[in-house]
């Protein structure tokens, strides 16, 4: 049984291109989040996908955007990069929204650098 | 608001002592988990514990304890005779329960055990 996957591994960028995160959930799982980690903090709460649909979101701008596709895989997209967007992207799936009370299986995370 | 406080940036034990992770948390919620998350070098994260406010009973795993108390706001994290393993990042957690999937990190504290 996979667990949640996650690609690239690592990517450098420069400043003001666009990069695209892949993730893949955890089998029989259909919701995903996503998390920035800046180094040397914990992971922050980016945004959530359940039945295709962002259900929640966190202080993060309009540059971050995504997508969950039928097969609950999912996708973060980060628009016009700055030097502070340079982070390990965490993906977390589970089953269902009901809060707390479904465990999130995390990813390896792809470590994004943007030079 | 709700907030993780860990205050222990990092520490350093010598294998075979025991060692105590504190972990204080805020939230106007009176329902609500309270999660252990150890990351290693590789970077996923390793779901520990997870604990409804409602179970102030303590819990033990193997070398691994919590302690949670919340009267003061706490959710401690004891490992009994280290070992070098155990060396990584460890993060509590907070989530409210019914309101949203997003999941709260302290800064993590990192833990150093040495040979």
């Known amino acids: 049984d996979a667990g949640v996957t996650q690609s690239p591994t690592h990517l450098i960028k420069t400043r003001g291109q666009q990069v695209t995160l892949r993730c893949s959930p955890k089998s029989g799982h259909d919701t995903v989040s996503w998390y920035q980690q800046a180094l040397g903090q914990g992971p922050q709460f980016i945004f959530q996908?359940?039945?295709?649909?962002?259900?929640q979101r966190g202080n993060f701008p309009d540059r971050f955007s995504g997508h969950q596709f039928p097969n609950y895989s999912s996708e973060l997209n980060v628009n016009a990069l700055l030097l502070g967007d340079s982070a390990l992207y965490l993906c977390?799936?589970?089953?269902?929204?009901?809060?707390?009370?479904?465990?999130?299986?995390f990813g390896p995370g792809t470590r994004l650098t943007v030079l | 608001a709700q907030k993780v406080t860990q205050a222990q940036t990092e520490i350093s034990v010598v294998e075979k002592e025991d060692v105590t992770l504190d972990c204080v948390y805020e939230?106007?919620?009176?329902?609500?988990?309270l999660f252990w998350y150890k990351q290693p070098p590789s970077g996923e994260l390793v779901f520990l514990i997870r604990?409804?406010?409602?179970?102030?009973q303590n819990e033990i795993s193997g070398r691994y304890s919590w302690n949670f108390q919340k009267s003061t706001s706490s959710f401690n994290f004891t490992i009994t005779a280290s070992q070098v393993v155990d060396s990584a990042v460890y993060f509590c957690?907070?989530?409210?329960?019914?309101?949203?999937?997003?999941?709260?990190f302290g800064k993590g504290t990192r833990l150093h055990i040495l040979p």
């Open positions: 977390a799936s589970s089953f269902g929204l009901a809060g707390g009370n479904n465990e999130q299986f």
């Open positions: 604990r409804n406010s409602f179970d102030e």
């Open positions: 939230t106007r919620d009176t329902t609500y988990y």
């Open positions: 957690a907070l989530n409210a329960m019914n309101r949203d999937d997003k999941i709260i």
């Open positions: 996908y359940y039945e295709e649909e962002e259900r």
